[in-house]
């Protein structure tokens, strides 16, 4: 099993750019989770997909963000138009039911926005 | 609200001494309990968790953990640190849906070992 993917690991880009954060969850996996990273705020959880719908969006922070799941194996995180206090490290995790087996976290995307 | 809480940032520890990473939480029932553990520009893996039945939880690498209702707690403990332990530690709390609902997590606290 490869685990979660994640793709970049890394993404500069420059203030006003749209920005696309990609993810493959664990075959098998229904819940789907993005998570963001920083020194101040640390993990905070933006957005969560049951079956490929999404549940509860209420921490994506603003309207320029934007998640969907096509399908039980791709998930987008999208950022339009970004801005530098984006930067941060965002973390796609999948599990399967109510998260007996624990959360599998892929290894982030380091965006920063300059 | 519910809510995590690692009061320590940051804990130095000599390689072969024991652990202890205190976490706390506020929630009104019993929460679905985790422990996360991070190394530099990786992803989260999962040490141990607790959804029921006996406290004392075992994990992986050696660590343990206590569930202690009487003070929400939940610590981390390993009777001796190696050198690879060293790395960021979280506590994570799900409060409903066996977390199946998302995870909220502790600020962290990143365990340096000294030789």
């Known amino acids: 099993d490869a685990g979660v993917i994640q793709s970049p690991r890394h993404e500069v880009t420059e203030m006003g750019q749209e920005v696309t954060l990609r993810c493959k969850p664990i075959s098998g996996h229904n819940s789907l989770f993005w998570y963001r990273q920083t020194m101040m705020r640390g993990l905070e959880l933006l957005i969560y997909?049951?079956?490929?719908?999404?549940?509860?969006d209420s921490g994506m922070p603003e309207d320029r963000f934007s998640a969907k799941m096509p399908n039980a194996s791709f998930s987008t995180l999208k950022i339009q138009p970004s801005e530098p206090r984006d930067s941060a490290v965002y973390f796609c995790?999948?599990?399967?039911?109510?998260?007996?087996?624990?959360?599998?976290f892929g290894s982030g995307t380091r965006l920063t926005v300059v | 609200a519910q809510s995590v809480t690692q009061p320590d940032i940051h804990i130095t520890v000599s390689e072969g001494a024991s652990l202890e990473l205190r976490c706390n939480y506020s929630?009104?029932?019993?929460?679905?309990l985790f422990w996360y553990v991070q190394s530099p520009g990786q992803g989260l893996q999962l040490l141990l968790k607790?959804?029921?039945?006996?406290?004392l939880v075992q994990g992986i690498k050696g660590f343990e953990a206590e569930f202690k209702r009487s003070q929400s707690s939940f610590n981390l403990r390993k009777p001796s640190v190696h050198w690879s332990d060293a790395a960021e530690y979280f506590c994570?709390?799900?409060?409903?849906?066996?977390?199946?609902?998302?995870?909220?997590f502790g600020k962290g606290t990143h365990l340096i070992i000294q030789p």
């Open positions: 929630y009104g029932a019993t929460p679905y």
């Open positions: 995790a999948s599990s399967f039911g109510t998260a007996d087996y624990g959360y599998t």
């Open positions: 997909f049951n079956n490929n719908v999404p549940i509860d």
């Open positions: 607790y959804f029921s039945g006996d406290t």
């Open positions: 994570a709390v799900g409060f409903s849906g066996g977390g199946a609902d998302g995870l909220t």
